[in-house]
């Protein structure tokens, strides 16, 4: 059973920066890609940043220049830094990971973070 906890959220004014972690149980390894999604109220969960198994990321334009994804294989953590936050980063913002060899993608449960004006 795979296991991602996120962390890391918070309030935090405009401008401000945070860094949220994923943990997963087990290798990472085994996950073809690993991402970030956020939620904001009243809105689809959409996607923030992705790293592949190969090391290639890609981001959504609101978010480029802005957040780093990154992973550490030997601690089995995935990374996304925010710097120059602002209030429309607003929302839940769940970790993920793609499993190819079972077509399934798992989700963490989820850390709230806020940007105030």
């Known amino acids: 059973q795979v296991q991602l906890v996120g962390s890391g959220g918070g309030l935090v004014q405009a401008g401000g920066s945070l860094r949220l972690s994923c943990a997963a149980s087990g290798s990472i390894f085994r996950f073809s890609a690993m991402g970030w999604y956020r939620q904001a109220p009243g809105k689809q969960r959409e996607l923030v940043a992705r790293i592949i198994s190969g090391g290639s990321t890609n981001y959504a334009d609101s978010v480029k220049g802005r957040f780093t994804i990154s992973r550490d294989n030997a601690k089995n953590m995935v990374y996304l830094q925010m710097n120059s936050l602002k209030p429309e980063d607003t929302g839940v913002y769940y970790c993920?990971?793609?499993?190819?060899?079972?077509?399934?993608?798992?989700w963490g449960q989820g850390t709230q973070v806020t940007v105030s004006s």
């Open positions: 993920s990971a793609d499993q190819v060899a079972t077509h399934t993608t798992y």
